[in-house]
């Protein structure tokens, strides 16, 4: 499967914009899909510029409610829709509530447009749903291992109250191809191992790479998770047998510190950039 990065947090080139977000576009042997779309419209030009053109896409996805990764979702509804066969975009129930970020003192709104809810293109997803050819939308239910700690600053608001967001509106996407397990998430706020833990379980084989922002960082907050935690999920990578790529919400601190963990079994990916996985 090859990823292109069309925006991440940041970029080497002048040519493309970065910004806090995440838009890629995998292909596979028999599929384009449009994983994410970044906080605005950044995202096309960044795509014009790589000579791409995201209405060739078949499918697009929605990770989860939070505008960092649908903010663009009107800019490519507007961009696509004279296209021949303009690809459905799969968002999970309860992704277009309101979503906040911050404290319970003081928060700011993070989520989607509700008023792109009703959208003919929207197709409301549960916890699985088979896109064919290999490829699997799957949602989160719990796990053994602990939530990323920037998650207390992210809250949803239920019957007029700010409750802490419970992640309801999260998915991943598995893709099976050539007889490779590969897990693509967004923001990881289930927290990966948990979530790589439900990929194999779905899978009935271990993942051979995994595609994700691990969300270690809090950029509302200024945080970044602390060494330590860090250098645990590093711990619990290098027992595995898999190949990790990772952007965004992982920052490059904690980064820097996986990558010392993982040597070359961890990449870094940044705007504008393409690897075969």
Known sequence: MKVTVLLENATPSSRFIAKHGLSLL????SRRILFDMGPDESFLHNARVLGIDVATAD????????????????????????????????????AFDEHLSGTLESCHPCGLDPALASDARIVPTGELRALGDGLLLFAHAGGD????????RLFARRDGELVPDTFSHEQSLLVHEGGRYILVSGCSHAGILNIMARAETLAGAPLDAVVAGFHLTAPSAGTVADAETVRLLAREFASLGTRFYTFHCTGLDAYGILRDGLGDRVRYLYTGCSVTV
């Open 26 to 29: 995998l292909e596979t042997g």
């Open 145 to 152: 291992h602990p939530l990323p700690s920037a998650n207390r």
């Open 59 to 94: 499918t697009a996805v929605i990770s989860h409610g939070h505008y960092d990764h649908g903010g663009g979702l009107a800019a490519y509804l507007d961009a696509t829709g004279n296209a021949d066969a303009p690809a459905p975009v799969y968002v999970r129930e309860h």
